[in-house]
């Protein structure tokens, strides 16, 4: 399994630095949603998805995109019931 992140407007793949490219095979890989999250924002990334790639002996390649501000969202409200659980 790999975590990519995808330009939504070109559809352009993240590989290093400034650099996009069309093959996803060339993309970082984040190795985990949270790397992926932490990174666009930091880098303050705003029209990126992240792209979970499985690729499967035999039956072909997997994409299954999610979106970064969702995932942002979730990641801020599951770290806010955390604090609120530890502050009770």
């Not at 790999?2 to 070109?10: A, D, E, F, P, Y």
């Not at 060339?26 to 949603?33: R, T």
């Not at 930091?42 to 792209?51: G, I, K, M, P, S």
């Amino acid at each position: 399994m790999r975590v990519i992140l995808q330009n939504n407007s070109s559809s352009l793949y993240f590989c290093r630095g400034d650099q996009w490219t069309p093959r996803f095979k060339e993309a970082l890989d984040f190795h985990a949603l949270e790397n992926a999250i932490e990174f666009s924002r930091r880098e303050n990334l705003t029209d990126v998805q992240v792209v979970i790639i499985q690729e499967r002996a035999g039956s072909g390649v997997e994409f299954m995109p999610y979106s970064i501000q969702r995932l942002m969202n979730l990641q801020n409200s599951s770290s806010q019931g955390q604090t609120a659980a530890r502050v009770t």
